[in-house]
């Protein structure tokens, strides 16, 4: 069995597949600080905004629970190779092993057909899941933890509402229990809102 190497190709630091040459990175709040150092010690010019959040109706404000770094062409920490490399963000560590939530509950890994790592051994897609395990064994671990991130988030969301410190409308079952993108909730009836961190708030 082969075991993956990243080929640096920069493919999957750029933009390139989103139609529309901007994409964005998934950002969890404990590696915020970390990307903003490195942008001031490389001088990088980063771009990150609030990424999933949720509507909290109880105290009129937004909770943000991830943030995303926008890349417009190829991704500012791409420079011949990630120059970031082993500081980069867990999703670009989980690459090309990709998370795929089912549903509420049933959590999936799929291996990204776009990473020319994959591309050029199509074979792997003959392989059980227990060798694939074996063969981008850093990745599936990183893409484990981003599973444990993205279920502690919820988590935390659900108690914070079963205890009534916050109302996303999810127990009344307005709402599902993931965050939804900060665009969808650019209307009116949130301009004014105030936007805080999910870490600020405590159970």
């Known amino acids: 069995m082969k075991q993956f190497r990243c080929l640096r190709c920069g493919d999957c630091c750029a933009a390139k597949y989103s139609g529309n040459n901007i994409g964005h990175i998934p950002i969890y709040l404990d590696e915020i600080q970390n990307l903003i150092e490195k942008s001031k010690k490389f001088e990088k010019n980063i771009k990150i905004e609030p990424g999933f959040v949720y509507a909290d109706n109880l105290n009129k404000q937004l909770i943000i629970a991830t943030f995303e770094m926008s890349i417009k062409g190829k991704c500012e920490f791409y ?84 205890d009534g410190i916050i109302d996303i409308g999810y127990l009344k079952n307005d709402k599902e229990l993931y965050g939804l993108e900060l665009k969808d909730f650019e209307d009116f009836r949130y301009e004014n809102w105030p936007k805080v961190k999910l870490t600020d708030l405590k159970i």
């Open 79 to 162: 420079d011949d190779g990630c120059i970031i490399y082993n500081d980069r963000p867990i999703t670009c560590k989980a690459y090309p092993i990709m998370t795929f939530h089912l549903d509420g509950n049933r959590k999936l890994f799929y291996m990204n057909n776009s990473c020319r790592f994959v591309l050029q051994n199509p074979t792997l897609y003959d392989y059980k899941y227990s060798e694939l395990v074996e063969i981008f064994k850093e990745e599936y671990k990183y893409a484990q933890e981003l599973l444990i991130k993205i279920k502690d988030i919820q988590f935390k969301i659900l108690q914070l509402e079963t």
